[in-house]
Each structure stands twice: as C-alpha cells, then as structure tokens.
C-alpha cells in the first residue's frame, strides 16, 4: 500500500495523452493533408477547363468540351453527340486545347496581378 502512493509519478498520465496527439499527428500528415491536396488540383483542373479541352469523365467516358457553364460542362463523345456534365464529373483532361498567347494559362488564372 506504502508502494503505490510512492510510485505514483506524473509521467505515467502524460504517456497516453502524448501517444493519442502523435496518432492525431501522423493521420494528419498521412490521410488528411494529401487528400486535400488531391482535392485542390481537382479544383483547379475543374475550373480551368475551356472549349477543346479533350477530357475523361468518372464513368470513363472521353469527350471534346464544346461549352462550359458555372457547374456543368458540355462534351463532345461523337460527331454531332453532345451531352451535359456537372464538373465534378471530370476525372482528368488528356489534351488541352490551343489558346491564344494573351490569354493566361490555366495554372495562371488563379494568380492575381496587381
């Protein structure tokens, strides 16, 4: 009994909450933060697409962007077949189009110049 009050230190109670935030700290940097970087390029590859852009869509169907709303895209699968996307829809672009010189690139067009 004279033992267990004597041996009673506090690093015993600071261990368990120290391994609990490096568990935090580890799925941060392992799970969450990559994901997020993975949405952010999503993003941006969503919002820079223009007219031309040949594209791939979730479902694994390729198309030619032909118009572009807010949220939704309009796409090209064959010749005189167009149909409507949300944007979120694109999984990736394969082929920019070609765009005049003074236009600013896509990943420009986030930049703000003063």
Do not use: C, H, N
């Amino acid at each position: 009994m004279l033992y267990a009050a004597e041996g009673g230190g506090g690093a015993g109670g600071l261990t368990p909450i120290l391994m609990i935030a490096l568990l935090f700290g580890v799925m941060y940097f392992m799970m969450i933060r990559p994901q997020q970087k993975r949405r952010r390029e999503a993003e941006a590859m969503q919002s820079a697409l223009a007219p031309g852009d040949e594209v791939v869509t979730i479902g694994g169907l390729y198309g030619t962007v032909t118009g572009v709303d807010d949220d939704t895209v309009l796409l090209e699968v064959a010749p005189g077949v167009q149909t409507r996307y949300a944007r979120p829809a694109i999984a990736r672009v394969t082929t920019r189009a070609e765009r005049p010189a003074d236009e600013p690139a896509a990943e420009d067009a986030d930049v703000v110049k003063e």
